[in-house]
């Protein structure tokens, strides 16, 4: 049921620091997506490569990314392979998903995990829409981060599709804490005709 539709987001340990838990969980509340999981965690190494290796193809595909984009900046890239790139992308990213506590949530409503993404923004914030989470409270870019020798600092992780949703909530939460309940709001948002609104 579409109406059901769950997606992973975790505020990273820069969005927790710079106080902003509110502001997201706010922004996506007043979408209409209801929270049925949350905890606050200090992520270990483990746990975070499992959770970008969901997907068994990313460290080769976020490697051949970073290659073409340092070929296109003109950069030396002999002798560097794409697996190795992107092992070198994990590794940062690993320190950085560790370097403080985060935030993890469980979000449900219809077409959950587009509507989160498109909340959040591009992964790059500095090409960030202004409006989204990115756009609006991260000034960081690849360009940075790269001279840095480090992960992007983007505040926020969202689920990029259902099947990785599924296999990343199972990475962060047991069933039984992803809880199933009504709130009002959803007889606004689903049902067909807004049967008794009216007492």
């Keep these: 049921m579409i109406s059901k539709e769950k997606t992973l ?3 990273k340990p820069d969005g927790v620091q710079r106080t902003l838990i509110g502001e997201i969980i706010n922004r996506l509340e007043r979408v209409g997506l209801k929270m049925v999981a949350l905890k606050m965690a200090n992520p270990n190494k483990d746990q975070v490569r499992a959770h970008y290796l969901v997907d ?3 460290i080769q595909n976020v ?12 950069k030396d890239t002999s002798g560097k392979t794409a697996t190795d790139i992107g092992e070198k992308v994990l ?16 979000w449900q409503g219809a ?6 993404r498109k909340i959040v923004g591009k992964t790059e914030p500095r090409t960030s829409d202004v409006g989204t989470i990115r756009g609006d409270f991260v000034l960081d870019s690849y360009e940075m981060a ?3 020798g480090r992960a992007v600092r983007n505040l926020i992780h969202a689920s990029s599709s259902t099947e990785d949703a599924e296999k990343e909530i ?3 939460f047991k069933d039984e804490e992803v809880l199933n309940y009504r709130l009002v709001q959803e007889q606004i948002l689903y049902d067909v005709n807004l049967d008794g609104i009216l007492e």
Excluded: C, F, R
Aim: net charge negative; aromatic share 6%; proline share 4%.
């Design 9 to 11: 987001v975790i505020i």
């Design 56 to 58: 068994p193809e990313w």
């Design 63 to 74: 490697g051949e990314k970073s290659l073409g984009a340092l070929k296109e900046q003109g």
């Design 91 to 106: 590794d940062n990213l690993s320190k950085y998903m560790t370097s403080g506590p985060v935030v993890a949530m469980v």
């Design 111 to 116: 077409h959950s995990i587009d509507v989160v």
């Design 146 to 148: 790269d001279v840095d």
């Design 170 to 172: 199972k990475n962060w």
